[in-house]
């Protein structure tokens, strides 16, 4: 009953969505391997970090197939706290940007 109300498939939704991530992994591998510019480094690894982190939260904590009250109630206060935790960490990385220099 629970394959029918969640489109079915088993296993395979699991196994596509471990695929997709093992990609991503092998692509931010590479990416830090080809020595690419700091900037785009950094932009091209928040992305996929945050292309891996929809993928587990949609198919591995099955909040694609939830209402969509119940995902902005898990959702905005991860996108809350990421902020107020960025907002702690980078003046500090900042600042110890600068004395590297």
């Given amino acids: 009953m629970a ?14 969505t471990w695929f ?7 692509l931010e591998l590479a990416i830090v391997l080809l020595h690419v510019p700091k900037i785009i480094l950094a932009a091209a690894l ?3 970090a945050f292309l891996k982190a929809g993928l587990i939260v949609a198919y591995f904590m099955h909040l ?5 009250s119940l995902v902005y109630t898990v959702v905005v206060p991860m996108v809350f706290l990421a902020v107020i935790l960025f ?3 980078a003046p500090d990385a900042i600042h110890v940007f600068r004395l590297r220099r």
Avoid: C
């Fill in 20 to 26: 997709w991530l093992l990609v991503i992994t092998v």
């Fill in 87 to 89: 907002s702690f960490v």
């Fill in 46 to 48: 928040v992305i996929m």
């Fill in 3 to 16: 394959e029918t109300e969640h489109g079915g498939g088993g296993y395979r939704v699991y196994a596509v």
């Fill in 64 to 68: 694609k197939y939830e209402k969509l």
